[in-house]
T-cell receptor, first 111, second 114 residues
Framework: QQPVQSPQAVILREGEDAVINCSSSKALYSVHWYRQKHGEAPVFLMILLKGGEQKGHEKISASFNEKKQQSSLYLTASQLSYSGTYFCGTEYPSGTYKYIFGTGTRLKVLA | SQTIHQWPATLVQPVGSPLSLECTVEGTSNPNLYWYRQAAGRGLQLLFYSVGIGQISSEVPQNLSASRPQDRQFILSSKKLLLSDSGFYLC?????????????FGEGSRLTVL
């Protein structure tokens, strides 16, 4: 069972904010976020290793709640370059090196 | 620095034909290696992963197989392709130590089965 992301798709205007959620039915010990542009390989954005710890990348930040088995990605003042599909990823179960991705969220930013 | 090479980039194959996709990693040793498949407009499906030479864990029991003949080489194969095998195939690696879990992807192989 892969982590479930919500929303499945979102359309924004430049400068608007968005939140993408990643929920797991199993315990999470770390979460990673990736962005994939159309026709390209995913690119690593950030890693979250501790519950509640936020990591930032430019105007993109994320949070991780181990207790709720959830992670959220926050995109602030979105830019056209933020368009793409966002995936959360995790080792599932921890310590096995089996790495799976969430269901994905398609984000489109309009001028 | 580490690099990952994956080939071929694009291929068109008839149903029932064999398949071989190859991936090599440079600049690191003892990596974890992965094969993912992405159908058009869909997510990333884990097909196989490997933590060492000859050690393959399969996530999909279909008509695909994987092999790791050398530490930094990972091969995806099929004896007879199905239409449903069409998609974007991605090879990736991650470091064993430290195990941050970050994956580094090849550029992908786009397979069309006709």
């Amino acid at each position: 069972q892969q982590p479930v992301q919500s929303p499945q798709a979102v359309i924004l205007r430049e400068g608007e904010d968005a939140v993408i959620n990643c929920s797991s039915s199993k315990a999470l010990y770390s979460v990673h976020w990736y962005r994939q542009k159309h026709g390209e390989a995913p690119v690593f954005l950030m890693i979250l290793l501790k519950g509640g710890e936020q990591k930032g990348h430019e105007k993109i930040s994320a949070s991780f709640n181990e207790k709720k088995q959830q992670s959220s990605l926050y995109l602030t003042a979105s830019q056209l370059s933020y368009s793409g599909t966002y995936f959360c990823g995790t080792e599932y179960p921890s310590g096995t090196y089996k790495y799976i991705f969430g269901t994905g969220t398609r984000l489109k930013v309009l001028a | 620095s580490q690099t990952i090479h994956q080939w071929p980039a694009t291929l068109v194959q008839p149903v029932g034909s064999p398949l071989s996709l190859e991936c090599t990693v440079e600049g690191t040793s003892n990596p974890n290696l992965y094969w993912y498949r992405q159908a058009a407009g869909r997510g990333l499906q884990l097909l196989f992963y490997s933590v060492g030479i000859g050690q393959i864990s399969s996530e999909v029991p279909q008509n695909l197989s994987a092999s790791r003949p050398q530490d930094r080489q990972f091969i995806l194969s099929s004896k007879k392709l199905l239409l449903s095998d069409s998609g974007f195939y991605l090879c990736a690696w991650s470091a064993r130590q430290p195990n941050t879990g970050e994956l580094f992807f090849g550029e992908g192989s786009r397979l069309t089965v006709l």
